[in-house]
């Protein structure tokens, strides 16, 4: 046997064993989270408000936690929203292919997309303070709303340039206006824009970084959006912590409902995207 | 003027301002970071900031290397572990596996990157701290608590995955297959042309990919708070130590300690660092990642 042909079978051997540790983490995860995390579950866990003590292995549950992450979730999704369609309209459906401003806004989104939630935590937690907030719920959505900002600009913006020249082409010489030009655009891709906002929903609900400080923790569901509010990722942590083996059980459970949450997004997400690419003309 | 020009002209314009104001936010976080830094930095060199290591707020001595050096080590670890083992994944799925085998990783690597950091600590905690504490660490002699840098390493290492191959996957396929298929037809393995010609021409794309990667891994917070142990600012000096890298830094002592005076400065000093360092990594990489795109348009 010649020995480029013993190294041709090693390394593929070495590759077929990385590609087992890699897809391995991510059911190995899973499955450790699940095992733990079962056994600690409990309906009193999703549909009661901790009571006095909870962190002291008293009773109760995390549906606070719960509501409050759906709330920042859903409030800097929909906020994020607003903020990221006009821009990504404006930029391919206004701006010509290649020019400067489109380059510039999706090279500076990309690096954004880099900066870390800490960051966004600590400067919206400054922010707050210099506007005389308290931690709450509003502050816990501007912060989030800034992380997932560019999420949302970089996934709608790649699934809006894969529409062909022509379709733009074809709308124009039927006299539409730009601004007209881009609703048609938008009914295209509105299963790939679902995926951007389920995206972003998934990265705002398990975020803890950036709602630490900004959003505080309370054992009540909030009322109002000056409220503080607990989130399912900070109350995780909060309860992992903890001395009491009963309050570290509650987190490993705590952490299962966060899983499937985001799994369900996750895939909910991937088959929307599918979903376009099959509609594609 | 037609109605409806009027209407795509007014909303041009109201587009315009936004998409240059949503822009600002990236210089407005910066600028509010650094003027919060300020007082920090009038009364301390830069070069004593970042050189030494005595840590004592309440005593006026703010010192970032041992942070510097944290946040360094678990970086390197997770960077040794994932780049040998995302790189092979990336080659057997671009030019090995079968299409079907493509259509289950990526997938898989898709939902991995999905997973929160927070659940990723969970995972540490259960699973890679016990491991660390009970089956490696005693074949070197050491005690260890499990709560290390080499937790923190492990644990980022598997969050960069996704990243990497995902960014991989898109350098590789910007060779141009043609390339691939001359050296195949000329009589060498797969496994040489992948070393003679695909490597060497990804190798731009594949440096700007790990720095991108090097940069997520500097910013990551949660996890790495939950597995690392750093209670106790030090420079670690093995892989077994505890680490207290910059982002737990923030994290640990944020919105808390504000009446010892400079402490607030010091932690937004911190958060300004991480923000301009990965502001470069990225900036430098993006700009490579999308110059080795349009090669391939």
């Known amino acids: 046997m010649k020995a480029k042909n013993i190294e041709e079978g090693f390394f593929k051997i070495l590759m077929i064993i990385s590609a087992f540790v890699v897809v391995g983490s991510f059911f190995l995860i899973v499955g450790t989270i699940v095992v733990k995390g079962a056994p600690a579950m409990s309906w009193d866990l999703i549909t009661k408000v901790p009571s006095g003590g909870f962190f002291l292995g008293g009773e109760g549950g995390v549906l606070n936690a719960i509501i409050g992450s759906f709330y920042i979730a859903a409030g800097s999704s929909l906020l994020a929203l607003l903020i990221s369609l006009p821009v990504v309209i404006y930029i391919n459906a206004y701006l010509p292919k290649r020019s400067w401003l489109g380059n510039l806004t999706r090279m500076g989104y990309d690096v954004l997309f880099g900066i870390p939630s800490i960051v966004y935590g600590a400067f919206g937690f400054t922010l707050m303070m210099y506007l005389g907030m308290r931690a709450s719920l509003l502050g816990g959505i501007i912060a989030v709303t800034l992380l997932v900002i560019p999420i949302m600009i970089r996934t709608m913006d790649e699934v809006i340039r894969t529409v062909p020249n022509e379709l733009y082409e074809a709308t124009f010489s039927l006299g539409a206006t730009r601004l007209e030009t881009a609703w048609v655009i938008l009914r295209q891709v509105a299963p790939g824009i679902m995926t951007a906002i389920l995206l972003a929903f998934g990265r705002g609900i398990g975020d803890v970084a950036s709602v630490m400080f900004t959003a505080g923790f309370s054992d009540n569901i909030p009322t109002s959006l000056n409220d503080p509010t607990a989130t399912l990722p900070l109350a995780i942590f909060n309860q992992l912590s903890s001395p009491y083996e009963d309050v570290r059980a509650k987190a490993y459970a705590s952490a299962l409902i966060l899983t499937i949450f985001v799994l369900i997004i996750s895939v909910l997400a991937r088959l929307l995207s599918k979903r376009f690419s099959k509609n594609k003309v | ?297």
């Open chain 2, 1 to 297: 003027m037609n109605i409806r020009l009027l209407k795509d002209k007014i909303a041009g314009r109201t587009m315009l301002v936004l998409t240059l104001l949503s822009i600002l936010i990236a210089v407005l976080v910066a600028w509010g970071l650094f003027y919060r830094s300020l007082p920090l930095l009038e009364n301390y060199s830069l070069s004593d900031l970042l050189t030494s290591s005595a840590w004592k707020p309440e005593k006026g001595e703010f010192g970032f290397l041992g942070f510097i050096m944290g946040t360094l080590w678990v970086t390197a670890i997770a960077i040794i572990i994932a780049l040998p083992l995302c790189l092979l994944v990336s080659i057997y799925l671009s030019e090995y596996a079968h299409p079907r085998l493509r259509k289950f990783i990526v997938p898989v690597v898709d939902l991995l990157s999905g997973i929160p950091p927070v659940l990723f600590g969970v995972w540490g905690v259960l699973f890679i701290i016990p491991l660390i504490q009970d089956d490696i660490a005693p074949h070197f002699a050491e005690n260890s608590a499990g709560y290390s840098v080499l937790a923190g390493g492990i644990v980022l290492a598997i969050m960069i995955f996704p990243l990497l191959i995902t960014l991989f996957l898109e350098v590789f396929s910007a060779v141009p297959r043609d390339m691939l298929n001359a050296s195949l037809s000329l009589g060498a393995t797969p496994w040489q042309t992948v070393k003679k010609v695909l490597l060497k021409k990804a190798m731009p794309g594949m440096i700007a990919s790990t720095v991108l990667a090097i940069s997520r891994a500097f910013g990551e917070t949660i996890a790495v708070l939950m597995v690392c142990g750093g209670n106790v600012p030090g420079i670690p000096h093995s892989v077994f130590d505890s680490g207290y890298p910059l982002p737990v830094l923030i994290a640990n002592n944020f919105g808390e300690t504000f009446s010892i005076p400079l402490y607030d400065s010091a932690l937004l000093f911190a958060a300004l660092l991480l923000f301009v360092i990965i502001f470069i990594f990225n900036a430098i990489s993006r700009i490579i990642l999308v110059r080795v795109k349009k090669k391939i348009e």
